[in-house]
């Protein structure tokens, strides 16, 4: 248990440094050795959320770049979490978005 929560003690601070694909790597190794961890599964949808929150409010990265990605962290949020509220209503609004331009969701 102490392994694991030293991988996520050192993912969080991977987030924080805005390394989110390093702090995903290390979780997901985690997850591998103990798929049961709750912790390890909470920190991972937490970095998805995070990582999808980078990509939807980035006003440097132009709609098409943004909304694909942060909708592919954010479905990834449900994987771990399947009843995230968060992840749930920003999935809807940029599928929202994608309906209002009449263009197909990303998958």
Request: overall charge positive.
């Amino acid at each position: 248990m102490l392994a694991a929560n030293q991988k996520v003690t050192e993912a969080k601070a991977k987030v924080k440094e805005g390394k989110f694909e390093e702090a995903i790597t290390i979780l997901d190794a985690a997850h591998k050795a103990n798929a049961k961890d709750a912790e390890v599964k909470a920190a991972l949808a937490e970095t998805h959320l995070k990582y999808g929150d980078f990509f939807m409010y980035n006003e440097q990265l132009p709609p098409m770049r943004k909304y694909p990605s942060a909708l592919k962290q954010y479905r990834a949020v449900l994987t771990y979490d399947a009843a995230n509220k968060d992840a749930k209503q920003k999935i809807a609004t940029i599928e929202g978005i994608y309906k209002s331009m009449g263009r197909p969701i990303p998958q």
